[in-house]
T-cell receptor, first 114, second 113 residues
């Protein structure tokens, strides 16, 4: 059974801190790993990673994938209260012949206090 | 460019009833997948449709079903509702030709009483 595990499940920090969120996975078929931010309802897309060792950056957020050790990290520097959300890691286990499917981790609840 | 649209936003139903939820994908996206999100189980895959065909199905009972129309809009149906079906139902659309990214709608919050 495909499995995605995130840690920590919950994190409380102060504005300005840097945080690292972890995601490990064990899946049969790997197409890509995706990170989403969920504040109220719709998870919003952050990154899609397909290749090991290539860092993706967007402002204060960055992410990297290690396909040998089967994990990814999401870094947020100089955190702001607006970064408070649940961060979801998902692995796309789609096959060309069997259609699309995302397996999600439990999510990390990040709270940034002023 | 319009995003993924889900209707209705909220629903309250009684045990034993059935419910139909709707999802309109991003224009040009032919794949629509559905997920159930609950506090205890997180986000779980229900099924995926592509060109009106169900290609993939998660581990949910047969009370959960869906379909996709020729314009790629999708509906999911839950029959004989149980209290445990209370959840946020999210749909996502994706496109192979556009990098396989998945865009989620805002979801339908279903409460079964």
């Amino acid at each position: 059974e495909d499995k995605v595990v995130q840690s920590p499940l919950s994190l409380v920090v102060h504005e300005g801190d840097t945080v690292t969120l972890n995601c490990s996975y064990e899946v049969t078929n790997f197409r890509s790993l995706l990170w989403y931010k969920q504040e109220k309802k719709a998870p919003t897309f952050l990154f899609m990673l397909t290749s090991s060792g290539i860092e993706k950056k967007s402002g204060r957020l960055s992410s990297i994938l290690d396909k040998k050790e089967l994990f990814s990290i999401l870094n947020i520097t100089a955190t702001q209260t607006g970064d408070s959300a649940v961060y979801l890691c998902a692995v796309d286990t789609s096959l060309e012949t069997s259609g699309s499917r995302l397996t999600f981790g439990e999510g990390t609840q990040l709270t940034v206090n002023p | 460019k319009a995003g993924v649209t889900q209707t209705p936003r909220y629903l309250i139903k009684t045990r034993g009833q059935q419910v139909t939820l709707s999802c309109s994908p991003i224009s040009g996206h032919r794949s629509v997948s559905w997920y159930q999100q609950t506090p205890g189980q997180g986000l779980q895959f229900l099924f995926e449709y592509f060109s009106e065909t169900q290609r993939n199905k998660g581990n949910f009972p047969g009370r959960f079903s869906g379909r996709q129309f020729s314009n790629s809009r999708s509906e999911m149906n839950v029959s004989t509702l149980e209290l445990g079906d209370s959840a946020l139902y999210l749909c996502a659309s994706s496109s192979r030709t556009r990098g396989y990214g998945y865009t989620f709608g805002s979801g339908t919050r279903l409460t079964v009483v």
